[in-house]
C-alpha cells in the first residue's frame, strides 16, 4: 500500500517554471515505477511522463518533451516533476501515480494507461496565464 501527496501546483505566466513534488508514504517506495498524469475539465485523465523504479527508463507524452523533467530521490520517497517554459495549454490537475506492474519497459506503452497505476494522489491544479 502507497499514499501519495502533490504538492508545488500554482498560478505562474507562460514561460516560467514550476517543480512538482509526491511524496510517498509506505513500503518499497523503490520498487514503483511512478508516473504523472493531467487532466483538464471536461477531459479525460492522460500521459504526462513516467519514471522506472532503477530511473533508468524516463518517458514523456510528446508535448512535454524538452519541457518537463520527472526524477525521483528514492531516499526521500519523492518523485519530481519540473516543468519549464509552461504554456496555458499545460493548465490541469496534476496527479501522482504509483504502481509495480511486471512489463517490459522497452518496446511496449502500457505506463500510458493510468489503469497499470493502482495508487494516486489527490492532486495539484496547475494554471498557466498568458
Known amino acids: 500500500q502507497v499514499q501519495l501527496v502533490e504538492s508545488g501546483g500554482g498560478l505562474v505566466q507562460a514561460g516560467g517554471a514550476l517543480r512538482l513534488s509526491c511524496a510517498a508514504s509506505?513500503?518499497?517506495?523503490?520498487?514503483?515505477?511512478m508516473g504523472w498524469f493531467r487532466q483538464s475539465p471536461g477531459e479525460e485523465r492522460v500521459f504526462v511522463a513516467t519514471?522506472?523504479?532503477?530511473?533508468?527508463?524516463?518517458y514523456y507524452t510528446d508535448s512535454v518533451k524538452g519541457r518537463f523533467t520527472i526524477d525521483r530521490d528514492d531516499a526521500k520517497s519523492t518523485v519530481y516533476l519540473q516543468m519549464n517554459s509552461l504554456k496555458p495549454g499545460d493548465t490541469a490537475v496534476y496527479y501522482c501515480?504509483?504502481?509495480?506492474?511486471?512489463?517490459?519497459?522497452?518496446?511496449?506503452?502500457?505506463?500510458?494507461?493510468?489503469?497499470?497505476?493502482?495508487?494516486w494522489g489527490q492532486g495539484t491544479q496547475v494554471t498557466i496565464s498568458s
Open positions: 501515480a504509483a504502481g509495480r506492474p511486471l512489463r517490459p519497459w522497452v518496446g511496449s506503452t502500457w505506463y500510458q494507461n493510468p489503469s497499470e497505476y493502482p495508487y
Open positions: 509506505g513500503r518499497a517506495f523503490s520498487s514503483y515505477a
Open positions: 519514471i522506472s523504479p532503477d530511473a533508468v527508463y524516463t
